[in-house]
T-cell receptor
């Protein structure tokens, strides 16, 4: 079956440091979405990437979709304590259901 | 705007008891999803409905779990009988699925279930 893996599983950084999480699918994806879940909260949609090689930015967050549409990354520049949470990618192939990745838990120390 | 509403927010029950989780999706959305989240297994899709019809229930763990969507504004997830390993956070999410597009899912606050 389709699997979506993320690395690393956990990441602890000092405030101001950069952070990157990587998302890899066993199959080619139609598109990929990213969600953020704060501690004790629920996943919240961040962005969707559709095109091969697409790059989108949201302030300090940069999202990239691989050329082969099998991987994606989220990079946060100069992390802040408000970035704490778990970041999930969610991939989909065709018109099938979203498959959520395993998530990367980010902890930011002040 | 009211988001996805789930109740109860917390549930503590004893093994063997029936548990019913409730969800009210965002008005106008036509797809509804039930997820389970645990530390060990992450975020798992249990079942999803489109236009009140169950489309994929392959994630439902076993016969003890059942889900219904009697109308566009209400869904339930029932566990009978409950077991300690069912302890998790159960999320409901809804979306507006339009042909040819991949929709954003809006999650409810979740129900934190503890089975003793």
């Amino acid at each position: 079956g389709q699997q979506v893996m993320q690395i690393p599983q956990y990441q602890h950084v000092q405030e101001g440091e950069d952070f990157t999480t990587y998302c890899n699918s066993s199959t080619t994806l139609s598109n990929i979405q990213w969600y953020k879940q704060r501690p004790g909260g629920h996943p919240v949609f961040l962005i969707q990437l559709v095109k091969s090689g697409e790059v989108k930015k949201q302030k300090r967050l940069t999202f990239q979709f691989g050329e082969a549409k099998k991987n994606s990354s989220l990079h946060i520049t100069a992390t802040q304590t408000t970035d704490v949470g778990t970041y999930f990618c969610a991939g989909i192939r065709g018109t099938d259901k979203l498959i959520f990745g395993t998530g990367t838990r980010l902890q930011v120390f002040p | 705007d009211a988001g996805v509403i789930q109740s109860p927010r917390h549930e503590v029950t004893e093994m063997g008891q029936e548990v019913t989780l409730r969800c009210k999706p965002i008005s106008g959305h036509n797809s509804l999803f039930w997820y389970r989240q645990t530390m060990m297994r992450g975020l798992e899709l249990l079942i999803y409905f489109n236009n009140n019809v169950p489309i994929d229930d392959s994630g439902m763990p076993e016969d003890r779990f059942s889900a219904k969507m009697p109308n566009a504004s209400f869904s339930t997830l029932k566990i009978q009988p409950s077991e300690p390993r069912d302890s998790a956070v159960y999320f409901c999410a809804s979306s507006l699925r339009v042909a040819g597009t991949q929709e954003t899912q809006y999650f409810g606050p979740g129900t934190r279930l503890l089975v003793l």
